[in-house]
């Protein structure tokens, strides 16, 4: 898989996101996502220390953290939010890493058509058994905000994924 590739998935995915409006309920939540990587760099006194800057390049096997983050731009406050949030073929969920302070947070493994806890999510085998799913089968994240967010409110959910 070409390096091009990959950056063009995830420029993509940045570009059609960030600072998308959507309604939400007599409010409109603007959605910002932002893509970042960790990296271990020397401080002053020689400590190594974890920094996050900006993915300008990523490889199989990085791992990338998406944080979304949300403000109610309406007069209103907006209650019953949901946040969905794709996860791209060219990357693996990171198990564990998604979260939302106050959030239901569910999966999806069919696209976005059913979301639901791991623990409900069920793959048909091509011999037409069962079996429980795993990160790697995840292809949606949605997270169901509990309380409304009052006019000027923000706050952000988030992930982490692995470039395949």
């Known amino acids: 898989m070409s390096h091009f590739r990959i950056l063009s998935a995830l420029f993509f995915m940045l570009t ?10 007599g409010g409109a939540i603007e959605l910002k996502m932002i893509a970042e990587k960790e990296i271990k760099i020397k401080d002053e006194n020689g400590k190594t ?8 390049r990523v490889l199989p096997g990085d791992e990338v953290i998406y944080i979304l983050r949300y403000v109610n731009n309406g007069k209103e406050e907006a209650a019953d939010v949901v946040i ?3 996860i791209q073929q060219d990357l693996l969920y990171t198990a564990d890493s ?3 302070q106050d959030a239901e947070i ?9 979301f639901d806890a791991p623990e409900n999510l069920l793959v048909k085998m091509s011999d037409g058994t069962e ?9 949606n994240i949605r997270w169901i905000l509990n309380n409304p967010v009052a006019p000027k ?4 959910v988030g992930y982490r994924v692995r470039v395949k």
């Open 98 to 100: 998604a979260y939302g």
């Open 106 to 114: 569910r999966f999806s493994i069919d696209g976005g058509k059913k």
């Open 84 to 86: 969905n949030n794709p």
């Open 153 to 156: 409110g923000s706050g952000q």
């Open 16 to 25: 059609f996101l960030v600072g998308m409006p959507v309604l939400a309920d």
């Open 131 to 139: 079996r429980p799913a795993i990160e790697s089968d995840y292809t």
């Open 49 to 56: 220390i974890v920094k996050r800057v900006a993915p300008t």
